[in-house]
């Protein structure tokens, strides 16, 4: 039996445990990332963090897309899924296949899509509000420190919006047809019903999706960051994972970068560990 | 509140739990406009408030 697990067991201990011990100790010394000298310096780089007001500015902007981008997707997705599920709306399927195709699109293409979208000339938005005489609502959307990072929140609300939506859906299309039918015998309303009758029975699903929210937060932002305005202007939408790669990768200061990853790991882990206590629960059967 | 009706009592409860998570949110977006430890620390404060409230929605359930 235990020879069985042995494979997985090295797989999972030589691209999992080790390259995360790896972060650890690498953040213990300064290093290039090329030269062969490598320095023990302690917690000297994590010391250094507290001084930094580029890392504070980047965990402040990495708690702000998680906070805000998961209330605004799980708002809307839990919003669109039970209109489509439970309204009988035509052409649903063609709302669900719009809303869906984001998520199949490269984060990359949507970067650019986005650009183009938010170019302060010719893009679509500031064209638009030109058309509705809305000039002195024209924004320079990736230049302008106040917001640019909503911006790229916008982007990142509209990539996941359909994946989450179906993933809603597909929960509340398993729930019994009949516990509607009793519940509006007994006079209950549809907003009623959504809070004591859906959102219990698709409780496991929610919180399955809060845990990719705080991963996606951490993780998607990265890319739409790098692709779209390079944590600019001036750092103003630098968030973990981009300020933690230019260090490592750009300013060779690879030990600092891995501390700067040691806190974005504990800060995941706590945060998805306090996640998972709060929302759990005995799960129903239907 | 032992005279409160149950279903005023209901209603009360998800106003101010409506209230204090929009707070929290507010207090996320507000406190990043300036840089600094101090306004980190009320960003994560904001965040376990409404980790706390969505704890305290799902006691009953437990």
């Known amino acids: ?286 | 509140m032992p005279n409160m009706k149950e279903s005023t009592r209901t209603a009360l409860l998800v106003a101010v739990r409506t209230l204090v998570a929009a707070a929290c949110v507010t207090l996320v977006v507000t406190a990043r406009t300036t840089v600094g430890w101090g306004n980190l620390l009320v960003m994560l404060a904001a965040l376990a408030g409404l980790l706390a409230l969505l704890a305290s929605y799902n006691r009953r359930f437990r």
């Open chain 1, 1 to 286: 039996m235990l020879v069985c697990l042995l494979p997985a067991s090295v797989l999972f201990a030589v691209f999992m445990i080790v390259p995360t011990v790896n972060v650890f100790r690498m953040s213990l010394y300064t290093w290039s990332g090329f030269s062969p000298d490598m320095r023990f310096v302690g917690l000297d780089n994590f010391r250094h963090l507290l001084d930094d007001q580029q890392f504070v500015r980047a965990f402040q902007n990495t708690i702000a897309l998680l906070v805000v981008v998961t209330v605004v997707t799980m708002g809307m997705g839990l919003f669109l899924a039970a209109i489509m599920t439970r309204q009988r709306l035509r052409g649903r399927n063609l709302y669900r296949f719009v809303l869906y195709i984001p998520n199949v699109l490269s984060v990359v293409v949507i970067a650019a899509i986005f650009s183009a979208m938010y170019d302060q000339e010719n893009g679509l938005l500031n064209g638009t509000l030109r058309l509705l005489s809305l000039d002195g609502l024209q924004q320079v959307w990736l230049g302008d420190q106040k917001v640019v990072l909503y911006s790229v929140a916008i982007a990142m609300v509209w990539q996941s919006l359909g994946y989450y939506m179906v993933l809603y859906m597909s929960s509340m299309a398993g729930i019994p047809e009949e516990l509607y039918e009793a519940s509006a015998l007994d006079g209950a309303s549809p907003a009623r019903q959504f809070f004591a009758l859906t959102l219990p029975l698709i409780w496991e699903n929610l919180r399955t999706t809060l845990t990719f929210f705080i991963m996606s937060a951490v993780n998607l932002s990265f890319v739409l960051v790098r692709a779209m305005t390079g944590g600019g202007p001036d750092g103003s939408s630098e968030v973990l994972l981009s300020y933690m790669y230019k260090q490592a990768y750009t300013n060779s200061s690879y030990g600092y970068g891995m501390a700067i990853g040691v806190v974005i790991f504990a800060f995941s882990f706590l945060v998805s560990l306090l996640v998972s206590r709060a929302t759990r629960r005995e799960p129903l059967q239907f």
